[in-house]
């Protein structure tokens, strides 16, 4: 079956811009996580969806980042005035439930100039 | 605050070699999960190991958990160059949410 999806695979904009990732998580997977990683570095926890619910959010780094999955499936993460330091891969993951084997997107590298 | 490490940061073997990696966490956990990164990109789940787990094994893939020390290793028998990739490791607790190490970066030299 299909996995877990992220689109655009690459982004790049300048700073002060508002940018949007899309992921489209495995289907009846109702745990969902957004990761940020840096070059070197292992992922870096966000925020965790189990249906359409933030359960966990304190891994936004501040108000800037929002992330929303209004239907429990497609979850979409907004970063407004980006900044040069918000540039990494910004991985998606999605599991049956919390705490089981996650399941990756191949993530969506973002670059703010 | 950073739970898992692993050890060593990075590791270079000749094919047919084992390789171990190790982590080492602070704080409980239920179970503790290790990956793999091909070029920085997705990760692939390898295994997960059970905090009342000792040893799990899987293909070539062993995996030891010693809650007492808080520390878990990964050992890879018979490396292939396919193997060359990141490692890391995740521990979970319940209410809590993954968190991941650093990683070690092994290369299996043809």
């Known amino acids: 079956g299909a996995g877990v999806s992220q689109t655009p695979s690459n982004k790049v904009t300048e700073k002060g811009k508002y940018v949007e990732l899309r992921c489209d998580p495995i289907?009846?997977?109702?745990?969902l996580y957004w990761y940020r990683q840096s070059l070197g570095q292992g992922p870096e926890f966000l925020i965790y969806?189990?249906?359409?619910?933030?359960?966990?959010d304190s891994g936004l780094p501040n108000d800037r980042f929002f992330a929303v999955r209004p239907e429990g499936s497609v979850s979409t993460l907004k970063i407004q005035r980006t900044e040069r330091g918000d540039s990494a891969v910004y991985l998606c993951?999605?599991?049956?439930?919390?705490?089981?084997?996650?399941?990756f997107g191949p993530g969506t590298r973002l670059t703010v100039l | 605050s950073q739970q898992g490490e692993e050890d060593p940061q990075a590791l270079s073997i000749q094919e047919g070699e084992n390789a171990t990696m190790n982590c080492s966490y602070k704080?409980?956990?239920?179970?503790l999960q290790w990956y793999r990164q091909n070029s920085g990109r997705g990760l692939v789940h390898l295994i997960l190991?059970?905090?009342?787990?000792r040893e799990k094994h899987s293909g070539r893939l062993r995996v030891t958990l010693d809650t007492s020390k808080k520390s878990s290793s990964l050992l890879i028998t018979a490396s292939r160059a396919a193997d060359t990739a990141s490692y890391f490791c995740?521990?979970?607790?319940?209410?809590?949410?993954?968190?991941f190490g650093p990683g070690t970066r092994l290369s299996v030299l043809p």
């Open positions: 993951a999605s599991s049956l439930v919390q705490g089981n084997e996650q399941f």
């Open positions: 289907s009846g997977h109702t745990a």
């Open positions: 969806f189990q249906g359409t619910g933030a359960a966990d």
């Open positions: 704080t409980s956990i239920n179970n």
């Open positions: 190991i059970r905090s009342n787990e």
């Open positions: 995740a521990t979970y607790n319940y209410g809590q949410n993954f968190v």
